[in-house]
């Protein structure tokens, strides 16, 4: 399945961790703002420019010692139908180059809508019998609370075209446990209970590290539930953020991973992204080696701390 190739990148490169390519206008630098307005003008087509060529320099930097990017379709869709090329060009470039891409849409439906999604960003789109790739990403977050509905049709697709998902649990923001901390009939949380669902889903797309194609989003914010879902959970593996900008550390984020070391992918978005900002006297046209170096130090602390 679609996530055996992101815990293989993640063994062969010793680095359980996923660049989050969340890009903003002020993180960029400002040579490549001017030199993307110069072309397409202070535009939608000028700003989604200027995010591609950003994220270029990240993947650039970081393909060789980070095994995955997470672009978040938000950040590209508020810039139109130029910001969602850029995205798609995005996922293309980081493929290029071997990494594994993670699409964050949160994407939400059931039937038919639902099947539209998982082809849009995951297989493939028919056109008059012709197939072609929309997005090409290889795995989609997806938001379980409509309930089998809305997450077989993704199964489907990720069991064709060997993708996976990863189905929010729970989340990293602080009003998360507003829903998802409240306990059920059984005496379950739901988040708890979700999860169990993760498990029951992923029956059909196991794969050979004894993790299946359905993940689940748990947020480094909270490492209590953090381990309690490792322990519950162990054919389902995390997509973990909340760490660095959010206030998670490698202590939080240490009890997502099992007793081989593996079990988790530990996200970082401003941190990495803007790392360049934080380096006094730093030429901006450096930002992508503030980035790599960022994406180490991040490295090294986890790996200090897990199994």
């Not at 794969?207 to 162990?234: D, F, H, I, N, W």
Request: negative net charge; glycine residues 12%; aromatic residues 10%.
């Amino acid at each position: 399945m679609s996530l055996d190739r992101l815990i293989k990148g993640i063994k062969e490169m010793n680095n359980p961790t996923v660049a989050g390519l969340d890009p903003k206008l002020d993180y960029i630098p400002e040579y490549i703002r001017q030199a993307a307005y110069e072309k397409y003008g202070k535009t939608l087509e000028g700003a989604a420019e200027a995010l591609f060529e950003f994220n270029k320099g990240l993947i650039d930097a970081l393909c060789d010692i980070v095994p995955a990017v997470k672009p978040q379709a938000a950040y590209y869709e508020m810039y139109g139908w130029q910001g969602v090329r850029a995205l798609e060009r995005t996922i293309a470039y980081a493929k290029s180059k071997g990494m594994f891409v993670i699409t964050d849409g949160k994407r939400n439906d059931i039937g038919t809508t639902m099947e539209a999604y998982a082809k849009a960003h995951l297989g493939v789109t028919d056109v008059e019998g012709e197939s072609f790739e929309a997005f090409g990403g290889d795995a989609l977050t997806v938001n379980g609370y409509l309930g089998t509905d809305g997450v077989k049709p993704v199964i489907n697709v990720c069991k064709d075209k060997d993708k996976g998902m990863f189905i929010l649990v729970k989340t990293s923001n602080p009003s998360s446990g507003e829903l998802q901390d409240r306990s059920i009939d059984d005496g379950l949380t739901i988040y708890r209970t979700m999860g169990n669902m993760c498990e029951k889903w992923g029956e059909e797309l196991m794969g050979e590290y004894g993790y299946s194609g359905v993940g689940a989003v748990v947020g480094a914010t909270y490492p209590e539930q953090l381990g309690e879902l490792r322990k519950a959970l162990p054919h389902t593996f995390f997509l973990v953020p909340g760490y660095g900008a959010q206030g998670g550390g490698a202590k939080d984020v240490a009890p997502a991973f099992d007793e081989n070391g593996i079990g988790a992918v530990i996200n970082s978005s401003r941190g990495i992204m803007c790392a360049w900002k934080k380096e006094e006297g730093l030429d901006p046209k450096d930002y992508a080696q503030a980035a790599r170096r960022e994406a180490i130090r991040m490295r090294d602390e986890i790996n200090s701390v897990k199994n």
